[in-house]
């Protein structure tokens, strides 16, 4: 079994800088792909950002571009996300997500941190 583990989250003013961390650990498993994902009160979940583990190349929702980025600790399965110029359209759980397989969708989420940007 596989276990996905946010934190970092927290309450921070407009403006303010945040960095989140995901960590995955268990047994004979190998990250392909991780990123984030957010949900609001009353909206879907959204796509954040995510990051080829083995090209580490990232992807970014229009919406975070410039002031998101994405990093990683490859040895340790981490995944960061540091997050700058917050506002309060960033609030929101962030939820982690993990792929283990070299295709297909996520296959395992960590339970979610909250972040809460006040004006």
């Known amino acids: 079994q596989v276990q996905v583990v946010e934190s970092g989250g927290g309450l921070v003013r407009t403006g303010g800088s945040l960095r989140l961390s995901c960590g995955a650990s268990?047994?004979?498993?190998?990250?392909?792909?991780m990123g984030w994902s957010r949900q609001s009160p009353g909206k879907e979940r959204e796509f954040v950002a995510s990051?080829?583990?083995?090209?580490?190349?990232?992807t970014y929702a229009d919406s975070v571009k410039g002031r998101f980025t994405l990093s990683k600790d490859h040895a340790r399965n981490t995944l960061f996300l540091q997050m700058n110029n917050l506002k309060p359209d960033d609030t929101a759980v962030y939820y982690c997500e993990l792929r283990t397989s070299p295709v297909g969708s996520y296959n395992y989420w960590g339970q979610g941190t909250q972040v809460t940007v006040s004006s």
């Open positions: 268990g047994r004979s498993f190998y990250v392909y792909k």
């Open positions: 990051l080829d583990w083995r090209t580490e190349i990232p």
